[in-house]
């Protein structure tokens, strides 16, 4: 019972630490957009990200029941403690790595809130619908950059060319599932992130397809570890400078 309680808790982390962390790469684009709408646009994808998480961390700590509170999870816990996607983290780059990276994550993401808006346990469920209805225009927005960018200039063509050929080593990790997720399929508590694969490389197929763009899923290293809290060396730099004031100034309050 412990170790359902564990792995339950684990997941709620996992998808928590995830929204946490994108809507914090988003937020650093806050003033540095390349025009005003689309600096509003990731503004406000960071927001809608930031608030998913914010109900993923009360539900944790209603699991937990250590008396600790959103704040404590996202601004007290370490590196190594964090579940998130080695895709989140990574840095936003150009334009077109910030689209591409998001792009991929929301055709994951929308996959995800699908499935979770049907589930059993009525908290989660009613999180996931919720931020379903956000998700879906996140997709929308990708998507349609991707193909901007991708049919634009031959400049913008080649540049995020090359953003998905780097980034693609960091998407199977959406589909392969820790020990702990194993154990929570197997009991039929989450749904089986294995099963979204296919479907999700048809929308990052259809996408691109008309982007004029190419991608190689055999060619990816399948880089793992986020959801285990082994991250990259940039995951460390992102929570200094998310954490500071909390950590500084403990127990501060707006």
């Not at 508590?189 to 996408?207: A, Q, S």
């Amino acid at each position: 019972m412990e170790n359902k309680k564990n792995n339950w808790l684990n997941y709620l982390l996992h998808l928590a630490d995830t929204s946490l962390i994108l809507g914090q790469r988003l937020c650093e684009w806050c003033g540095k957009g390349p025009v005003l709408e689309q600096d509003i646009a990731l503004s406000n994808i960071a927001l809608d990200l930031l608030g998913e998480s914010s109900n993923y961390y009360q539900y944790a700590t209603e699991i937990q029941n250590e008396g600790k509170t959103e704040d404590d999870l996202a601004f007290l816990r370490n590196e190594r403690e964090f579940k998130n996607l080695l895709l989140v983290e990574k840095e936003n780059g150009h334009f077109g790595d910030t689209i591409a990276r998001q792009f991929f994550f929301d055709a994951y993401h929308h996959l995800l809130l699908t499935e979770l808006k049907h589930h059993s346990d009525l908290k989660l469920a009613s999180i996931a619908e919720k931020s379903l209805k956000e998700v879906t225009y996140h997709l929308k927005w990708s998507s349609e950059w991707m193909i901007r960018l991708g049919d634009g200039t031959e400049e913008s063509h080649i540049k995020i060319q090359k953003s998905i050929n780097d980034l693609v080593d960091f998407t199977d990790e959406m589909f392969i599932p820790t020990n702990w997720e194993l154990e929570l399929i197997e009991q039929n508590i989450i749904p089986d992130i294995r099963t979204f694969r296919p479907k999700w490389e048809t929308k990052v197929l259809e996408i691109l397809n008309e982007a004029t763009l190419t991608i190689d899923f055999e060619k990816s290293r399948k880089l793992t570890g986020g959801k285990d809290g082994k991250h990259t060396e940039k995951m460390g730099y992102i929570l200094a400078e998310m954490q500071i004031m909390q950590r500084t100034y403990p127990n501060m309050e707006w």
